[in-house]
């Protein structure tokens, strides 16, 4: 059961370089966010999507683009990357009883 | 809006010790409030969860009771282990329940033996 994937593990970029952080899930869940964790302030949502077509702002979407294309799949793209996007970036699903299952985390480095 | 505030960290104990994390939160009508541990490496998993007032959510010796009064989810274990070494995180999802979680800044625990 593999649950939530999220590629790559580590990356490190150039400052206006573009990449994609892939996340999908197999458990048919229609909830779906990207979280960053920065040190001393937790997590916090970026982009969040309640099923196939539908994607809404978190708290901080400046920089960062989704789409949401099927139920399984739900990339984060950084168009042009900055250093404060260094992160370690987590993509989540809901299940039916509330609980969020998160990916191993993609740690991103902008140089 | 919607926040949570926890205890700074990090928190360090010896092996057996007793075990509080503080956590408060600020939200309208009747959130559900949750405590995940992310142990080194790896990403966030659910350790309990209470969803209405004076609920006690409790998983591997952990516990916590939703106080509605002091708006408080305070998280004990009465004899903590190594292998509780991890960074807890105390989160909401407001009452509208989008599936949005707020997170408080998590408490990094160390248990030594």
């Known amino acids: 059961n593999a649950g939530v994937t999220q590629t790559p593990k580590f990356q490190v970029l150039k400052t206006g370089q573009s990449m994609t952080l892939q996340c999908a899930q197999d458990m048919n869940h229609e909830y779906m966010s990207w979280y960053r964790q920065d040190p001393g302030m937790g997590l916090r949502l970026i982009h969040y999507?309640?099923?196939?077509?539908?994607?809404d702002q978190g708290e901080v979407p400046n920089g960062y683009n989704v789409s949401r294309s099927t139920t399984e799949d739900f990339p984060l793209r950084l168009l042009s990357a900055a250093p404060s996007q260094t992160s370690v970036y987590f993509c989540a699903s809901k299940g039916n009883t509330g609980e969020l299952f998160f990916g191993e985390g993609s740690r991103l480095t902008v140089l | 809006g919607n926040s949570v505030t926890q205890m700074e960290g990090p928190v360090t104990l010896s092996e057996e010790a007793f075990l509080t994390i503080n956590c408060t939160y600020t939200?309208?009508?009747?959130?559900?409030l949750f405590w995940y541990v992310q142990y080194p490496g790896e990403g966030l998993q659910l350790l309990l969860k209470?969803?209405?007032?004076?609920d006690k959510g409790s998983n591997k010796g952990f516990e916590a009771t939703y106080r509605k009064e002091t708006t408080s989810f305070h998280l004990e274990k009465g004899s903590v282990q190594v292998s509780d070494s991890a960074v807890y995180f105390c989160a909401l999802r407001g009452s509208s329940n989008t599936g949005k979680l707020i997170f408080g800044q998590g408490t990094t625990l160390q248990v030594k033996p």
């Open positions: 999507s309640v099923g196939a077509g539908i994607t």
């Open positions: 939200a309208t009508g009747y959130p559900s």
């Open positions: 209470a969803t209405k007032a004076d």
